[in-house]
């Protein structure tokens, strides 16, 4: 029903930049939010940046190297990763939170969240 689709890892070297795109397709019709969350090896899964409710959140480790960005028209979340360090590596997860009827419709109607499958981030050192 919902699609998340990803683009843009790859392997780059310290320093350098990639963009990172998702866009969610399909029967969503309200989308709260939209942000990337990583996973590294076995670590737990961490918000590195989102745009929910208004407001624009960063991890400490990425602000002032990473921009997120939304294309509401496209239901597009964008992520422009500057200055990549060896500790980015990781993989990335698209995250949309969203109804797919709109909103105040009767019955059932919650928002739910939506996971991309995820896109692989290597920074060489």
């Known amino acids: 029903q919902v699609q998340l689709v990803e683009s843009g890892g790859g392997l780059v070297q310290a320093g350098e930049s990639l963009t990172l795109s998702c866009t969610a397709s399909?029967?969503?019709?309200?989308?709260?939010?939209m942000g990337w969350y990583r996973q590294a090896s076995v670590n737990e899964r961490e918000l590195v940046a989102r745009?929910?409710?208004?407001?624009?959140k960063y991890a400490d480790s990425v602000a002032g190297r990473f921009t997120i960005s939304r294309d509401n028209a496209k239901n597009t979340v964008y992520l422009q990763m500057n200055n990549l360090e060896p500790g980015d590596t990781a993989v990335y997860y698209c995250w949309v939170q969203g109804r797919e009827r709109p909103y105040g419709s009767p019955g059932y109607n919650p928002h739910n969240d939506y996971w991309g499958q995820g896109t692989q981030v290597t920074v060489a050192s």
């Open positions: 399909g029967s969503i019709f309200t989308i709260n939010g």
């Open positions: 745009i929910a409710l208004g407001q624009t």
